[in-house]
């Protein structure tokens, strides 16, 4: 398979802020990519640079084989991404935006009436073609963008967190497009904080402060927890929690009334710390929990 | 330059001016409004000047005279004077803001149609009052065709309608502000609402997008042109001496001028408040103090001289006059228009080299 993405100790700062330390990874064609982490770990700067509109201060990333920082608009030109913050004309229509776009891609006029037709019908947004784009609820604005982004018929599609504040509803469907996208072998970059999404990815990378802490598929991932999740109910589970990861040193969080508790721990220190006979299960956890006990631990790599 | 992308900035911004009420009012109402308010309000006649006389002739030809200034819109009567010393006080304590010294020998220099001198005292204090009241005076005064102590000749005004040179000057700095506010305000847009970044990601040159911006601003821009142009002709009656065609160019050429600082503004502001208090400033005051609008540049010190050589606003007022009242196109207007041209090109080289179509250095 050949690749697409090569990035090679990525640096970025601002001011004092290192947000981006040294990262380095590869994405081969047809692969669905997630760069995941909890806020200000730097993934939209990281998403920036390759989307050729960001210099990093040190390393590179060569897109497609061209350097972002010497072709930028050589990379545009064969690329799409789609921006955190909604970057459509609020008050041009669906149509518009996407004849825009078009235009701004240099899509022939001839090819632009099939194809604007195609993507608002796979988008099912063809009833809404004359409504401004500020009117459009969440769900619909993020596929508008995603049609803008894909009228050019782009190699690579960057998305920097494109179902954030989006009904569940809609973000499933959104998902339906990208797989319908995958399926045709387009290569797919992608940052989210929703966990449930991470596990749709083919491969993902962890970024935490600057850095990739961990990488895999979903499945090597969860396996980075040493020794599992052990699981147990609560009825004041932040307090347990909190008493458990401040005594034992192990990294503990809430999910509803249950206590999940990580790291180097035994199932004997739990009961002891918590002082009380508990009902402990033991599993192999999510990508969920991988994603907080990567986010509080830094990864030996 | 593709002028697919050229093509479709310029259209997409065309909707933007057309759905926002808001803009449309600014580029095209204000204008109206300012060259109403304006021309009505800042008309600098003067009026009711109260004037006070000592008439030492006490003849019949001085009371003509007297009668002649006290008739006049511009001046009304505000006391009598016998001696030196009262018509110091008279104008030290404020009641009149003139006065007029008829000398004892006038009466007979009239009746032997000799050349007779009058005196006009006049408060310096507001200067521009003091201004007008002498001429006035020196129009009251060539009426009574033997005396002839106060000669000002006002070359290109006849009427001495001020509205007449203002208008040209008030059609310069209004289109000065607005054009260059409206640019200003349209890249700053694309930041704040974050359309920006997704503009910048596809191939989008620096060409495409400054032309593409200036083209329906330049459209507001004729229009507002258009409009102040009639309501100087035909609301202000002002006259059209020079040629329409010169009309056109000059402002054709300046228009440019001054869209082009507005989108220099916005390469450096990134809100839109910042843009439009910035291009206000950048514009208005120096159009407005410096430009010879309102102040004779040539009683300024040489340094200020200096300054409002490199304001557009200076050429473009000067031109409009010129092409107005004048309605001669000699040599200055040629260098006046050259000068604009350079200046335009200057800025839009700037901008260029300032603009940033990514998010490098933020």
């Known amino acids: ?38 806020d200000g770990a730097g993934k939209t700067t990281a998403m920036r640079i390759l989307a050729a509109i960001l210099a990093p201060d040190r390393g590179s990333a060569e897109i497609l084989g061209m350097d972002t920082t010497s072709s930028r608009e050589k990379i545009h030109d064969r690329i799409a991404y789609m921006s955190q913050r909604f970057g459509l004309y609020q008050d041009l229509t669906v149509e518009e935006n996407i004849r825009f776009y078009a235009d701004m891609y240099g899509v022939e006029k001839k090819q632009q009436e099939s194809g604007i037709k195609k993507l608002l019908n796979w988008s099912s947004l063809t009833q809404f073609r004359k409504r401004p784009a500020g009117k459009l609820s969440g769900g619909m604005k993020q596929k ?39 399926d045709e072998g387009l290569t797919i970059i ?83 710390t918590v002082g009380r006979s508990v009902q402990i299960s033991k599993t192999q956890g999510s990508v969920e929990d991988a994603f907080v006990y990567l986010s509080e631990t830094v990864y030996d790599r | 330059m593709n002028k697919q992308r050229f093509r479709a900035i310029a259209k997409k911004e065309t909707i933007h001016v057309l759905r926002d009420p808001r803009s449309l009012a600014m580029g095209i109402a204000i204008p109206v409004l300012l060259l109403v308010l304006f021309g009505y309000g800042l008309s600098l006649n003067v009026e009711d000047v109260p004037l006070a006389v000592w008439d030492q002739s006490g003849t019949a ?44 020998d006038y009466g007979e220099k009239i009746a032997e149609h000799m050349p007779a001198t009058v005196q006009l005292l006049v408060d310096g204090s507001d200067s521009n009052m003091a201004r007008l009241s002498i001429m006035y005076a020196g129009g009251i005064v060539k009426n009574e065709a033997q005396s002839s102590g106060v000669s000002i000749i006002t070359a290109y ?31 700053a847009r694309e930041w704040e609402n974050g359309t920006m970044e997704q503009l910048i ?41 020079g040629s329409l065609l010169a009309l056109a160019g000059v402002s054709a050429v300046f228009l ?94 700037a901008t260029m080299k300032k603009l940033k179509l990514n998010l490098d250095g933020r």
């Open chain 2, 157 to 187: 005004n006849p009427a001495m309608d001020t509205t007449w040179s203002i208008i040209p000057g008030l059609i310069a700095i209004i289109v000065n502000v607005i054009a260059a506010m409206l640019t200003s305000l349209c890249v």
């Open chain 2, 201 to 241: 990601s596809t191939p989008v040159r620096k060409v495409e997008f400054i032309l593409g911006k200036l083209v329906p601003y330049y459209a507001i821009g004729v229009i507002d042109v258009v409009v102040a142009v009639v309501m100087a002709l035909f609301l202000f009656g002002v006259p059209l001496n």
């Open chain 1, 190 to 272: 992608m940052t989210t904080a929703y966990l449930d999404e991470a596990e749709r990815c083919h491969r993902l990378a962890f970024m935490n402060k600057g850095e990739i802490t961990a990488r895999g598929t979903p499945g090597e991932i969860v396996r980075l927890i040493p020794g599992g999740v052990y699981k147990f109910k609560s009825d004041n589970p932040f307090e347990e929690s909190n008493l458990v990861s401040s005594k034992t040193g192990a990294v503990s969080t809430v999910f509803g009334s249950q206590v999940h508790v990580m790291g180097d721990v035994t199932e004997q220190d739990i009961q002891t």
């Open chain 2, 256 to 349: 440019l001028t001054t869209l082009s600082v507005g989108v220099l503004v916005s390469t450096g502001a990134r809100s839109q408040l910042l843009a439009s208090q910035l291009s206000l400033i950048i514009t208005f005051l120096p159009g407005f103090i410096l430009s010879g609008f309102v102040y004779d540049t040539k009683a300024m010190p040489g340094v200020v001289i200096a300054i409002t050589k490199l304001i557009p606003a200076t050429y473009y007022v000067s031109l409009l006059r010129t092409i107005f009242l004048k309605g001669t196109w000699g040599a200055a207007p040629s260098k006046e228009l050259m000068f604009l041209s350079l200046f335009t090109v200057v800025i839009l080289a």
């Open chain 1, 1 to 38: 398979m050949s690749t697409v993405v090569r990035v090679q100790g990525l640096t970025k700062s601002f001011k004092e802020v290192q947000a981006v330390k040294g990262i380095s990874f590869d994405v081969a064609k047809g692969e669905v990519f997630g760069l995941v982490g909890p």
């Open chain 2, 61 to 104: 030809a001085s009371r003509d005279l007297i009668r002649d200034f006290t008739n006049s819109k511009a001046f009304q009567p505000a006391g009598v004077c016998h001696s030196q010393s009262e018509t110091e006080d008279i104008i030290q304590s404020g009641d009149a803001m003139a006065v007029l010294v008829i000398p004892a």
């Open chain 1, 144 to 182: 508008l963008g995603l049609a803008c982004a894909l009228v050019h018929t782009p190699e690579l599609l960057l998305l920097d967190e494109p179902t954030n504040g989006v009904d569940p509803v809609s973000r499933k469907e959104f998902w339906n497009l990208l797989y319908k996208l995958v």
